[in-house]
C-alpha cells in the first residue's frame, strides 16, 4: 500500500494496542506500575486494524496447545482468596460473575481474566470517527436473536441489567432500506468470470424478495453464466419437487444429515460444476463453510432452493422467533457493557439503554483492588487445578505483559473456548477431554469499512452483495439502520456509514471440521494489508461505474479476526450423527463438572447465540453454589 493512502491505521506491537497516527501507547499500568490496572486512556474499541484476535491475545495459549509449553504455579499468591475466578470476560463469563454474585451473600471477591485487551469475546464494539461523527459497530456477536424465546433466566438476565426488548421495535427502522428500494445483490468479478455483472441475488431466499419467473429469468440472463447453469437454477427454483419422496420422514432426516447440500444439487437436481462453485459460499455468515460441506438438513432450514418440498422441518419443531431487530449499534457489546456496568458501576455512568451506546467506558474501573469484583484484561489462564487441604480450593495461574501470576479461590468457573480446556486443566479425565475435542469453532472475521457516504450503494440500487468470485469477503452489507437516543443512524446517502463484511477461511471439498482447522492457520497468515488490499479492490470493481473511488470515499477499515469463532452446532456439517441436538451430544459430557471447577460458554450448550452462552453461565453458577 502506497504512503500516501488516506486511510488512517492501528496496529499491534508485542501485544500492546499502538496508534500509529497519534503515537499514544494503549498499555496496562502493570507495565511501568507493577500493577494490573489500566491505564485512564486505555480505550480499545477506537482501535482499527486487526481487532478481534488481536496480536498478543493467542501467542500464550498457542504455545501450550501447540508448542507443548507447560506452566507450573508460581509460589506467591496475587490478591486475596478469591469467591470465584472466571476465565473468559465474554458474555457468558460476564453472566457468571453476575449470577453468583446476586445468589450468595454479600461481599463475594470475584476476578475474571480475559486474553483479549477488551471485554466481551465475540461481542466486539468497534469505533470509527469520520469527519467529526463517531461511527459505532458490531464486530462479532451482534443481535438478540428472537428474545421471546429465551429462558427465563436469560429474559430476567436482561431486564436487570437495563435492556427492554421491545424498544427495538422503535429503534430499529425496519423500512428504511425498503424505502429506498435497495435490494440484494450478486456481484460477479471479471477476473473470476470474464465480465464484471452487478446482479439481483436469487441465492438469498430468507433474506430476498420473491421472484417471480420473469424476474428470475431477467436475473440470469443478466449474470455471466453459461445457458445451461441458467437453465439449471430456473429449474430448480421454479419447478420444485420433492427429490425425497420414496423415503421415509426417518430416513430423510438421515439422508439429509449426510448428504453435502452440493452433492444434493448434482445427485438429484443435476446442477451444473459451475452452478454449484457460484451457490457454495451464498450462506457463509450462517454455516460459516460453503455448501460443499454443510448438510442439506442445514440447506432445509434455511430455505435453499431444491429442499422446499423435502419435510425435514415440522412447522412444530421450532416455535416462530421475532424480527432480526434486536441488535444496538454495537451488536451485542452492549449486552456486555451492560453486564459490566452492574458488576462495576463506575464503569460507565448513566442507566438504560440510551446511556450503553454514547457512553464511554472507563477502563481504568475494571481491576481497581479496592473492587469485590475485578474484571482483568490481557490475561491469559494457563494452569488451573484443584489446590489445598482436599482441594478446598483452586489454583488458576496466568500470563499477562510477560509475567506468571497466580490466583486462589474457592470456586472457578472456565468460561473461555471449552475446546483449550484440557490444556489448561490437567484435572480433567481423558473421557471429557475427547468430549471436548469434538466441538471445533468456526473461524471468520467481521471486515468493517467507514465510508463517507453511500451513494454509490444507493445508485447501484443495493443494500448488501454476495460475491461468489471475492477472496475474502463474500458477502458485504451496509449496517443495521438502528437509531438510539442521540445516536443516529446514516439518514441520507451523504452521510458516513459503516459496511459490514463477512469472511470465512473456508478449504473447498474437505469436510467441516478440516476446513475449520485449516481455517485457523489461514487466518493468522493474513495480514491486516492483505484484507485491505482485497476490500480496495472489490469496492472499486464493483462500484466504480456508480461514482464509488476506494481511496476518497473509505474513511477506515477495521477487521475483526476469530480464530474461534462460533461454537459448533450440530445439523449443518454434512455426515453429522442425526441423534446429536442442544440435549443430546458430546457437549454433555465435556461440560461435566470437575470438583470446583464448572464449565460455561455457549460451546457447552452447542449453541452459538447469547442466550446459550447465558443458560450456560447459569448452570455453571447452580453446579458450584450447590
Known amino acids: 500500500m502506497s504512503s500516501d493512502w488516506p486511510i488512517s491505521r492501528r496496529d499491534f506491537l508485542n501485544g500492546a494496542a499502538l496508534s500509529i497516527a497519534t503515537g499514544a501507547a494503549l498499555r496496562p499500568s ?53 469467591d470465584l475466578v472466571i476465565v473468559g470476560a465474554g458474555i457468558s463469563g460476564l453472566a457468571a460473575a453476575k449470577f453468583f454474585r446476586d445468589r450468595s451473600a454479600g461481599g463475594k471477591k470475584i476476578l475474571l481474566l480475559d486474553n483479549h485487551d477488551d471485554f466481551g469475546g465475540h461481542a466486539k464494539r468497534n469505533e470509527f470517527t469520520v469527519n467529526g461523527e463517531k461511527l459505532i459497530t458490531w464486530g462479532g456477536s451482534q443481535t438478540l436473536e428472537s428474545p421471546s424465546l429465551y429462558s427465563d433466566v436469560a429474559k430476567k438476565l436482561l431486564r436487570d441489567v437495563g435492556i427492554k426488548v421491545d424498544r427495538f421495535y422503535d429503534y430499529f427502522d425496519q423500512d428504511f432500506y425498503g424505502r429506498r428500494k435497495l435490494g440484494i445483490g450478486t456481484y460477479f468479478d471479471k477476473k473470476t468470470f470474464g465480465r464484471s455483472a452487478l446482479t439481483k441475488n436469487p441465492f438469498w431466499p430468507l433474506r430476498n424478495e420473491s421472484f417471480s419467473e420473469d424476474e428470475l429469468s431477467a436475473t440470469l440472463a ?35 444429515y449426510q448428504l453435502s447440500y452440493h452433492d444434493f444439487l448434482k445427485e438429484y437436481a443435476g ?113 488451573v487445578t484443584h489446590a489445598g487441604d482436599g482441594g478446598k480450593f483452586v489454583d488458576a495461574s496466568y500470563v499477562t505483559s510477560g509475567k506468571l501470576y497466580r490466583a486462589r479461590a474457592r470456586h472457578v468457573v472456565m468460561a473461555c473456548y471449552n475446546g483449550v480446556i484440557p490444556y489448561i486443566c ?46 475474502f469477503f463474500k458477502y458485504m452489507a451496509l449496517d443495521f439502520p438502528v437509531s438510539i437516543g442521540d445516536y443516529k443512524f446514516a439518514k441520507s446517502p451523504d452521510d458516513p456509514i459503516v459496511l459490514n463484511g463477512w469472511h470465512a477461511p473456508t478449504q473447498p471439498g474437505l469436510p467441516m471440521k478440516e476446513q475449520l482447522r485449516a481455517g485457523r492457520y489461514k487466518l493468522l497468515a493474513t495480514s491486516f494489508v492483505d484484507f485491505e488490499n482485497d476490500i480496495i479492490a472489490q469496492l472499486n470493481g464493483m462500484l466504480s461505474k456508480y461514482g464509488f473511488d476506494a481511496k476518497r470515499d473509505i474513511a477506515g477499515i477495521t477487521t475483526n479476526r476469530w480464530s474461534h469463532g462460533y461454537a459448533w452446532e450440530y445439523g449443518i ?53 450447590a
Open 222 to 256: 443478466d449474470m455471466p453464466i453459461s445457458e445451461a447453469t441458467r437453465t439449471a437454477f430456473f429449474d430448480l427454483y421454479t419447478k420444485p419437487k420433492d427429490y425425497f419422496a420414496s423415503m421415509s420422514k426417518a430416513s430423510r432426516i438421515e439422508r439429509a
Open 271 to 383: 446442477a451444473t460444476d459451475e452452478l454449484l462453485a457460484v451457490i457454495r459460499d451464498s450462506f457463509q455468515p450462517l454455516v460459516s463453510v460453503g455448501w460443499d460441506a454443510a448438510s442439506v438438513y442445514a440447506a432445509a432450514e434455511y430455505g435453499m432452493p431444491g429442499t422446499w418440498l423435502l419435510k425435514l422441518h415440522d412447522t412444530t419443531d421450532n416455535e416462530e422467533g421475532d424480527p432480526y431487530i434486536h441488535h444496538f449499534p454495537d451488536g451485542n457489546a452492549s449486552l456486555a457493557r451492560a453486564l459490566v456496568r452492574d458488576l462495576i458501576p463506575d464503569s460507565l455512568a448513566g442507566d438504560g439503554m440510551e446511556s450503553l451506546v454514547r457512553g464511554k467506558l472507563n477502563y481504568d474501573a475494571l481491576d481497581r483492588p479496592e473492587n469485590d469484583i475485578q474484571i482483568r484484561l490481557n490475561s491469559t489462564a494457563v494452569h
Open 426 to 471: 490437567p484435572d480433567v479425565p481423558a473421557e471429557q477431554a475427547d468430549a471436548l475435542a469434538h466441538s471445533v469453532k468456526s473461524p471468520f472475521v467481521i471486515g468493517n469499512i467507514a465510508l463517507k457516504n453511500w451513494r454509490a450503494f444507493d445508485a447501484a440500487g443495493i443494500r448488501s452483495v454476495y460475491t461468489p468470485g471475492a477472496h
Open 30 to 82: 502493570s507495565v511501568v506500575a507493577g500493577n494490573h490496572q489500566l491505564h485512564s486512556d486505555y480505550y480499545p474499541p477506537a482501535l482499527t486494524g486487526m481487532r478481534g484476535s488481536h496480536d498478543g491475545s493467542f501467542e500464550t495459549m498457542h504455545s501450550l496447545a501447540w508448542g507443548g509449553e507447560a506452566f507450573s504455579h508460581p509460589a506467591p499468591q496475587t490478591g486475596p482468596i478469591y
Open 573 to 625: 456439517a454434512a455426515g453429522e450423527d442425526p441423534s446429536f441436538n442442544v440435549d443430546n451430544g458430546p457437549h454433555i459430557a465435556g461440560r461435566a463438572q470437575i470438583g470446583r471447577i464448572s464449565i460455561a460458554n455457549s460451546d457447552s450448550h452447542a449453541y452459538a447465540y447469547v442466550n446459550g452462552a447465558i443458560d450456560a453461565a447459569d448452570r455453571a453458577i447452580n453446579e458450584q453454589l
